[in-house]
């Protein structure tokens, strides 16, 4: 004979002694109902916790992506700085170097200018050399 609990036993005692046992159906439906309602209460508690660590889950991997769309914005921010300060550095020494080309040719137009004067007052010098030495 199976082992049953005693609230689930009602006991009649015969008059001979002898006791008469049978297992009460309504002690076993409120017992089902009661490891039903439990059971149902820990897998709602176990999908609720479920629920709330997988939308936990989602806003930290949503926060890391937005972190990582972030960084990855300031790094093309400052590659694009970094592009236009070499843009602005190179129109920068292009710039001395049209002014270092336009101050040589301002100096050989000078040197042009000296040579010129130079070669005219050789010719004047020796015209008039030659003058002197026609008069005499």
Known sequence: ???????????LQMEQGLTLSFINPLHIAHEQVQEQAQAQAQAQVHEQAQAQVQAQVQK????????QV?????????????????????????AQVQV????QKQK????????????????QVQVQAQVQELEQ
Do not use: L, R
């Open 1 to 11: 004979m199976a082992v049953v609990p005693t609230h689930y036993v009602v006991g």
């Open 60 to 67: 930290q991997v949503q926060k890391q992506k937005q972190a």
């Open 70 to 94: 972030q960084a990855q914005a300031q790094a093309q921010v400052q590659a694009q700085v970094q592009v236009q300060v070499q843009v602005q550095a190179q129109a920068q020494a292009q």
């Open 100 to 103: 270092q080309a336009q101050k």
């Open 108 to 123: 050989q137009k000078q040197k042009q200018k000296q040579v010129q004067a130079q070669v005219q007052v050789q010719v």
